[in-house]
């Protein structure tokens, strides 16, 4: 899959909230009663799941989402994920 680079250029602002796939393990984990992290190939499985945000890099090494759409998508599809009672 060669969809490196998705765009020539990602602002300070968007790296400052962007979720790598460690911060997806956080994210997912928030929910489950332990609040602990997920494996990697779990969030790796959720991130490439149909209708999961594009990454804004997609690089062999490293993908990147806003914050903002993970979060959205998070709400949609994993209520409860934020551990709110």
């Known amino acids: 899959m060669e969809s490196w680079p998705k765009r020539e250029t990602i602002s300070l602002t ?3 909230d962007a979720v790598d796939v460690d911060a997806l393990r956080d994210l997912i984990g928030r ?3 332990q609040r602990q992290r997920v494996s990697r190939a779990y969030a790796v499985r959720v991130a ?3 209708g999961f945000p594009d990454p804004i890099l ?3 090494k490293l993908r990147l989402w806003h ?3 993970v979060e959205r998508w998070l709400d949609l599809n994993r209520p ?3 551990g709110d009672k």
């Open 14 to 16: 968007e790296l400052a």
């Open 31 to 33: 929910g489950s009663r």
């Open 48 to 50: 490439t799941t149909k």
């Open 58 to 60: 997609d690089h062999p």
């Open 67 to 69: 914050r903002d759409d």
């Open 80 to 82: 409860g994920w934020r």
